[in-house]
């Protein structure tokens, strides 16, 4: 999609990167971090990729040198070991090393979430509340990657019926149009269901524009996404 | 004893960042053990007294804070919204928190991807810092915890944290909790 954007401040970076990405998928397929592994999610991994090419984020370069390490190692283990070390040059990255590495650093991180947070457990005296002066905090629980595979469902099951009515609307999205409409829904109701922000029915551009919309209101912490029984909801929180 | 002790709580209490215990011992000229005695039995009497208010050891300081059991009401007094840290920004403010002084180039590598966002996030919100440069060609910045840092996340210092290897086979536990 050619994207005139207005959402240039949505990046990339409220994504937690690649290999956040790969160790989610190893997680999904109940597998373990080996070379093998990694060929068993490199089609999924690459299917995510595409989704970020479509949102048009320009900054995925990254994404990108992990793919070509996956494909890399994908084609060596088609390979009978015989050959493989006449043929194939000693791999750029230690991808499997540099999940193990990362991955303890993600849990880390995670842990730090446990903790007695300033503003969300505990407080301090704080002479002017009417400022917020660093002393309320409070930590995203739900992984964007959670969003953007119920997304990427709802956009892959489009696939299955090229509808006729999704032609008549072909005309653009107006951005600025729906994100006034998406932040009235929330004003009037709080809390949304991932199906209501997200409608296929209204087409494919629809359903993308929306998501870079969230993103961007997920980023300023306009909103939340909670999880209730496994489907995604949006907890509007005020702009 | 009982004319110094509430001295020593009379200063915790106005003070908005945590208090050592060397400044009060300095400021009211008493032997340093004596403070270290007393700032230890008002931190037992505070825990001890069931009230909603104790003493924690903040930031290798005193500072008077909540109980969590109160934690419903206050968030509904304050009625603010809180800084927010994405998980890309726990990610890489834990990295620095672990490997601290560390450059940007070096958090990359451990992440796989830039980290100039959350860097800038973090630096803004005041929970890292730059401490120097690299000696290295390039003079990269060197990235650091602040103060607020251990605050934010009740920390007496970042040696209390625990350390990498116990994560190294860890499973980590879905959240399932609404925000």
Known sequence: MSNTNNFQNVKLDIFEGPL???LNLIKENDLDIYELSLSKVTEQYLEYVELLKEFDFDDI??????AAELARLKSRSLLPESDEEEILEEPELDLVEMLKEYKKYRAFSESLKERDLLGRDTFKRNPDLSLRSNTLWEVQKTDIWKLVTSVKKILQLENYKEVPDIEIEKEAIDQ???????????????????????????????????????????????????????????????? | MNDLKNKVEAIIFISESPVKSKEIANFLDEDIKAINETLKILVEEWKNRGNSIKIEEIAGGFQFRTKEEYKEILIEYVNKKPYKLSRAGLEVVGIIAKKQPITKIEIDKIRGVDSVGAINVLIERELIEVIGEKDVPGRPYLYSTTELFLEVFSLNSIHDLPGIEEFDDYEKEVDKNPD
Do not use: A, T
């Open chain 1, 61 to 66: 370069g990254e994404y990108l040198v992990i």
């Open chain 1, 20 to 22: 956040d990405l790969l």
């Open chain 1, 176 to 239: 600025n149009q729906r994100k006034i409409e998406i932040v009235e829904d929330f004003r009037s109701n709080k809390i949304l269901k991932f199906n209501r922000v997200f409608d296929i029915s209204h087409g494919r551009e629809n359903v993308i524009v929306s998501f870079l919309i969230v993103l961007d209101m997920i980023k300023d912490g306009s909103l939340n996404i909670l999880e209730n029984n496994n489907e995604i909801e949006f907890e509007y929180k005020g702009i």
